[in-house]
């Protein structure tokens, strides 16, 4: 049986609506599976009991954790520090072995730094990538990275087109993917020196598609797309804002908006669920910070899809599955 | 009398979409014009002919520019070894004293290279910026830079947030513009060293409205966005492409989509018509190199609106009009 490890603490919306999407994903997963909610017991509780019956509670397993994080604590010692925090508690859990995986609605730079340090990095990677998918008409495209390094190296951005291909590969069952290094042209001259260096290293790797600009993200051309964290982030952050922008000059045309964000709801947050932090001993996943219950729903269930395919892993077979 | 100087010869449709489109700007243009057309002179005569009489032929020149510049031409020295091309030829008559203002959908480097070459840098200006506007509800967003320039110093980030806000004060006649650094979060902590050292920089300016995340840049947080000419690439192209693929997606319910093109049309590039490239000696403006021509009128209505604002300028009264 798949073990979930989840932050019940964090997220914009607290406990009440991570542990109703917790429980709403269990009721919708095909693969069954018990979740650690780690957060304070009394509110957990609470919660669940508001819910009444209709779910089995012996697969809800509370984990109390009653250190709080404050805006003192350094993001990079909190790990240790805050051990019984409901962040660093759920990284722990899959250390201890009694987790398979975890998902966290918290603050980033926690996160992944509690990962790195508890969970460590995999054989052969030097660093660990934040990775998000947005949606294009030819399927999903991962974004790598999306926040977790900037002032990245061309090894980095190397590394990063790999662990994107291993994780889209195993996610999916897809064969022959493909990573593009995002550029401002596609001539080989373009560009800054790091980008034109991570493409020499990654020249001869049959899963390498060139540059690719902006202007063909949304076009599925690749489907990793490989940039430092800075730009990533900025790119996914303006692109969910013109998401808002776009649904709210249509609220007044909503059976238009519907069949919009059918097509396009991988950039809704609430859709998208969460995003994985790759190249770690483990699966990890970052929930958005303003998660709603659906948000969290699709996170807990893009965690069993991981798990299930083992799309997060140490090196291994990178040509597929 | 405005005189503006237009390359006729670059762009994706030609001559034909050019000098349609110069003429219904002309057409449309509350300012009266004079156009310089640079290119083939037959080709010209013939566009110009096809297009019956209703106007003043009077105020349509044609330059005829015999050089052209291929793909072996580099774009460093193109500005001198072909002078009589069509789009070196509209800067140099900017030079001359015998134009206003240039407008060319040609190559973005061949063009700002021969602006920064023939006509110079403004005093006090170490980097000139290619800045594009993006609509919001709250009004345009002028993004500065989107790809002039790449591994950007502190100082020229900081150079970036004084130009565009001159440009927008003067163009729209606006005060107490606001720029903003766009970064991975609003803490001083947050982003890379350059724009951390930005941020010092601009600090005290009370046209500085600190950091800006790509989730606000379409919330029009700020009246000019400012970050390295990669970035800025990136995110504009990425928002067309993703605009291109909205419409795709409502094309089935056209009085949606044009509702919402209504509002958001500055995204598509035929209506925000052309970008200026600022911190130079004259008013030079970069047209989308799939220009049709609506495209071209819009950019030769900026350009005109430019030029009866002075809003391109070296240095001068930087604190509004």
Redesign the interface.
Known sequence: MIRLAVDVQSGDFGPDAVVRGVVEAYASSSEPFVACLCGDEAQISGVLDGLGGGFDRSNFIIEHCPDIINDDDRRTTVWKNKKRSSIVRCVSLQKEGAADASVSAGDTGILIGSALFILGRAEGVSRPVLAAFIP??AGPVLIADV?AN??CRAEHLAGFADLGCTYVSRLFGKRDVKAAL?N?GTEPSK???VVRKAAAMLEGDARYAGFI???????GDADVVV?D???G??????????????S???SD?PG?FE??TR??DALNPENYGAVPFLGINGTVLKAHGGSSVKSIKSAVLTAVKAVVNSAVGAGGDLSGP
């Open positions: 294009t008409p926040g900037i002032n995002l401002i560009g800054p020196e600009e902006g202007s063909r993200v949304f076009a940039c964290g800075f730009i982030n900025v790119m996914l952050k303006t692109c969910e804002s013109f998401y808002a922008l776009t709210e000059y249509l045309s238009t069949k919009l097509k396009i």
